[in-house]
């Protein structure tokens, strides 16, 4: 990817797995509250948690979730039923990879997982 604007400081981590959990609303909130403080990450808003609610293909059931940051925002889909949860976390700031990607395997106790930094 060309890099258009080398004065703004931007990071990308998309982290996808399988998890064994079982996914409901307050594990989202509690995953936000979780990366944001494991990756000193500062918030300034309120999670939005939208669920599915039995609209569209069975396989597509969850939740779409995004939690706004001072320095940009995470973004997190659940699919309930294919026990699968894609994150998409976009800062302005530097962060640690390594963490990011180790407390969504231990959150979600995912027994497959992979990731991409960008």
């Known amino acids: 990817m060309k890099k258009i604007a080398p004065h703004i400081t931007r990071q990308r ?10 996914a409901e609303r ?7 509250d979780g990366i944001t403080k494991e990756l000193a990450l500062r918030v300034y808003g309120k999670p ?24 940009s925002g995470i ?6 039923n294919a026990k699968f949860f894609s ?3 976009y800062t302005c700031k530097h962060f640690d990879v390594k963490k990011a ?10 027994k497959e997982i992979t990731y991409q930094s960008f």
């Open 87 to 89: 994150t998409v976390i």
């Open 48 to 71: 939005s948690i939208h669920e599915t609610g039995a609209k569209g293909k069975k396989i597509n059931q969850g939740f779409d979730a995004f939690i706004p940051l001072i320095d």
């Open 101 to 110: 990607v180790k407390f969504s395997k231990e959150f979600f106790k995912a």
């Open 26 to 32: 307050k594990h989202i909130t509690q995953f936000f």
């Open 13 to 22: 981590l998309v982290i996808e797995g399988f998890f064994t959990i079982n």
């Open 75 to 80: 973004a997190l889909y659940v699919w309930g």
